[in-house]
């Protein structure tokens, strides 16, 4: 298809043709990378006008009640939501359950929302290599609130927070975390942290987790020293308590834009970005045929017998790839 095709289809807010240009943004053929670095470019000039929220937290905090209420509210409020689901992939099976459009229903039925699953890969940090340019698409397509929930899987869910605007820590009361969670680097990332589950018999239970958290906060370096990271409680699954973690998140952007801090933010961003995407490009490089007949096979082959130091064969690579492309 020509670039035109997409970039006529998602700036016009059409979601099929956003579904499209994201599937084309997700996409591993080396024929799919000229039409996909075009369609991006071609939108670039559209981009930016989103707030960026990434969510993340342990499997069973639920987030994705909380994200689908947060949902609803936002197009109460005018806006229109984008979420980006990253689902973990089998090591073994290479394969993804993308179940997020099912546990969100409510939200998905609605015109003015947008959800799109993705499967993690082999990427680390909880998203996906492609995070980046779905977020760029969605907002050319008009979104103007670009929602990024994370595997959520462990402590390195702190890819997305080179992605975002914002980042929320989910975390739920009883689980063993109020102590030792002080001590996750996680936190310390964290612009908002939220107490989820606060309703009937663990109500009390999270109001002395918020409590320790808070607390805990005051002995920690904040990400941005303009702003003293806060502690909420919510009920997602009674749509309790989100408002204000929205009124929280509005207050910051806010905040950020009129410092100047945001885009400086995202230009941060842009250059980790780069360095991401230059390492993919080596790994792309590594895998083609004609490089593997360059020696590069032989010098995998030595570090298998252990007879080549890894460190020592990626001088070796890079020295290559000089060669090559001069």
Request: charged share 20%.
């Amino acid at each position: 298809m020509p670039v035109e095709y997409y970039l006529n289809g998602v700036l016009s807010g059409d979601r099929v043709y956003l579904s499209k240009a994201l599937s084309l943004a997700e996409s591993t053929l080396e024929a799919d990378l000229e039409l996909k670095h075009a369609v991006l470019e071609g939108i670039l000039p559209q981009t930016g006008k989103a707030i960026r929220l990434g969510i993340t937290g342990a499997p069973g905090v639920g987030k994705s009640t909380f994200i689908e209420m947060l949902g609803l509210l936002l197009l109460e409020k005018g806006y229109k939501p984008a979420v980006l689901t990253v689902d973990p992939t089998s090591s073994r099976s290479q394969g993804s359950i993308l179940g997020d459009k099912t546990r969100m229903e409510q939200l998905s039925k609605s015109n003015e929302a947008f959800i799109r699953p993705s499967a993690a890969g082999k990427s680390v940090g909880g998203v996906a290599h492609h995070t980046r340019e779905s977020i760029l698409l969605c907002e050319a397509a008009g979104f103007d609130v670009v929602i990024v929930e994370t595997v959520g899987v462990g402590q390195s869910e702190t890819e997305v927070r080179n992605m975002v605007d914002f980042f929320l820590l989910i975390l739920i009361a009883g689980a063993g975390d109020e102590l030792q969670g002080i001590k996750k680097g996680i936190i310390e990332m964290a612009d908002s942290l939220v107490i989820n589950k606060a309703d009937g018999e663990n109500r009390q239970k999270a109001l002395q987790a918020q409590s320790i958290y808070q607390n805990a906060l005051h002995y920690l370096n904040p990400v941005n020293s303009q702003w003293l990271p806060r502690v909420f409680t919510c009920s997602a699954r009674n749509n309790q308590g989100i408002d204000l973690i929205w009124q929280n998140v509005e207050s910051f952007v806010e905040l950020m834009k009129s410092s100047g801090y945001l885009e400086q933010q995202r230009q941060q961003q842009r250059l980790m970005w780069l360095e991401d995407c230059i390492q993919r490009a080596i790994n792309r490089y590594l895998k083609l045929e004609d490089n593997k007949a360059r020696g590069i096979e032989d010098l995998q082959e030595q570090i298998k017998q252990g007879t080549l130091l890894p460190n020592k064969a990626a001088e070796l690579i890079v020295q290559q790839l000089i060669k090559s492309s001069g």
